[in-house]
């Protein structure tokens, strides 16, 4: 079997960049890993080729993204486009799946990747301790782009998208069909996507003239929107409409309204947010506030490889403007539809 660099890099424990670097006799290597290198290199026989050489000038050719989940069509539909964007520029992807909750220690799923010479930039998605990632990618000197993130006044290079507008237009929505009785369920605190849809929503009711009717802090899951919209059902004094802060919470809410032999939008308006793959599936087809996954990853591509080729020297900021697609889960409070998006 023929021995390639990748065999060397791992029997010496090193990456694939640093062998490239002992072979082209770069000084920037230590002298333990060149002796590494080049003991791995005698053992197994190994005769470099022109691709091993190409590597010469520190480059890896792999973008890493990191993520929480892909259990969220959102994030696939990122990261497809994101592969795609980077296929177009010679690069290959590397994942990492982290822990999907702010307790969890932090780096344990995304460490690997957060390692000199592994990749030649990273794509930090909706990341939860964002603060910690800023610090060790800039201690490490890895180009990097923050999407979909938490904090504010971060001094990184980041891409986002307007949920406040999106929150807005969603309330906006509502009112338009004739509702004051609207609810919103917003998402966890922790997410920056859900304290500005929180904020649209009560800014929205506030320039109608009317103070929030029901403000419930909830996950992002189908069973806190059953769990909450069942409460509402036993308490009796129930909205007209729900604003949900993700599809998945306004899911749950159809069903526990059907599950009570109500019927939406007829009994109740509901809108979600990001148009998962399922929303325009299930019955009735949901509104939502759409988030252009394209968008971000040709952004979050095209601003990343700006840094890794020194072009980019300061930070920027991106922020894309979502789209309410109106279907069939809304309605005026006497049952009566709009013209719906196909």
């Given at each position: 079997?023929?021995?390639?660099?990748?065999?060397?890099?791992?029997?010496?424990?090193?990456?694939?960049?640093?062998?490239?670097?002992?072979?082209?006799?770069?000084?920037?290597?230590?002298?333990?890993?060149?002796?590494?290198?080049?003991?791995?290199?005698?053992?197994?026989?190994?005769?470099?080729?022109?691709?091993?050489?190409?590597?010469?000038?520190?480059?890896?050719?792999?973008?890493?993204?990191?993520?929480?989940?892909?259990?969220?069509?959102?994030?696939?539909?990122?990261?497809?486009?994101?592969?795609?964007?980077?296929?177009?520029?010679?690069?290959?992807?590397?994942?990492?799946?982290?822990?999907?909750?702010?307790?969890?220690?932090?780096?344990?799923?995304?460490?690997?990747?957060?390692?000199?010479?592994?990749?030649?930039?990273?794509?930090?998605?909706?990341?939860?301790?964002?603060e910690n990632d800023v610090l060790e990618l800039k201690r490490k000197k890895i180009p990097f782009v923050l999407v979909d993130n938490?904090?504010?006044?971060?001094?990184?290079?980041?891409?986002?998208?307007?949920?406040?507008?999106?929150?807005?237009?969603?309330?906006?929505?509502?009112?338009?069909?004739?509702?004051?009785?609207?609810?919103?369920?917003?998402?966890?605190?922790?997410?920056?996507?859900?304290?500005?849809?929180?904020?649209?929503?009560?800014?929205?009711?506030?320039?109608?003239?009317?103070?929030?009717?029901?403000?419930?802090?909830?996950?992002?899951?189908?069973?806190?929107?059953?769990?909450?919209?069942?409460?509402?059902?036993?308490?009796?004094?129930?909205?007209?409409?729900?604003?949900?802060?993700?599809?998945?919470?306004?899911?749950?809410?159809?069903?526990?309204?059907?599950d009570a032999g109500l019927h939406v939008p007829r009994d109740l308006s509901v809108i979600g947010y990001d148009d998962q793959a399922f929303s325009s599936a299930i019955h009735p087809r949901l509104t939502t506030?759409?988030?252009?996954?394209?968008?971000?990853?040709?952004?979050?591509?095209?601003?990343?490889?700006?840094?890794?080729?020194?072009?980019?020297?300061?930070?920027?900021?991106?922020?894309?403007?979502?789209?309410?697609?109106?279907?069939?889960?809304?309605?005026?409070?006497?049952?009566?539809?709009?013209?719906?998006?196909?």
């Amino acid at each position: 079997m023929k021995i390639s660099i990748f065999d060397v890099a791992k029997r010496a424990g090193v990456s694939v960049v640093t062998v490239s670097r002992v072979l082209n006799d770069s000084p920037t290597v230590r002298e333990n890993n060149r002796q590494k290198v080049r003991q791995a290199i005698k053992e197994l026989d190994y005769r470099p080729n022109s691709a091993a050489r190409s590597l010469a000038r520190g480059k890896t050719g792999v973008i890493g993204l990191t993520l929480t989940t892909l259990q969220d069509s959102l994030f696939d539909g990122i990261v497809k486009c994101v592969n795609d964007a980077l296929k177009e520029h010679g690069y290959f992807l590397a994942l990492s799946i982290g822990p999907d909750t702010s307790d969890s220690d932090w780096g344990e799923g995304s460490n690997f990747l957060y390692q000199e010479d592994r990749v030649d930039g990273i794509i930090v998605l909706s990341p939860l301790k964002e603060e910690n990632d800023v610090l060790e990618l800039k201690r490490k000197k890895i180009p990097f782009v923050l999407v979909d993130n938490q904090l504010e006044d971060m001094s990184a290079s980041v891409v986002n998208v307007d949920n406040y507008m999106g929150g807005l237009e969603a309330t906006r929505h509502l009112l338009s069909l004739g509702h004051t009785k609207i609810a919103h369920i917003a998402g966890p605190e922790l997410y920056r996507s859900a304290r500005e849809r929180k904020r649209g929503y009560i800014d929205a009711m506030a320039e109608a003239g009317h103070p929030p009717f029901l403000l419930v802090d909830s996950d992002f899951d189908i069973r806190s929107g059953f769990d909450i919209a069942k409460s509402w059902l036993a308490e009796g004094d129930r909205p007209t409409a729900v604003f949900a802060a993700d599809d998945f919470i306004a899911l749950g809410v159809i069903e526990a309204f059907r599950d009570a032999g109500l019927h939406v939008p007829r009994d109740l308006s509901v809108i979600g947010y990001d148009d998962q793959a399922f929303s325009s599936a299930i019955h009735p087809r949901l509104t939502t506030v759409h988030q252009p996954s394209e968008g971000m990853a040709q952004e979050a591509v095209k601003l990343l490889l700006k840094i890794v080729n020194g072009t980019q020297k300061r930070n920027a900021s991106v922020k894309l403007e979502p789209k309410l697609i109106v279907r069939e889960s809304t309605a005026s409070p006497d049952g009566r539809t709009l013209e719906i998006d196909k």
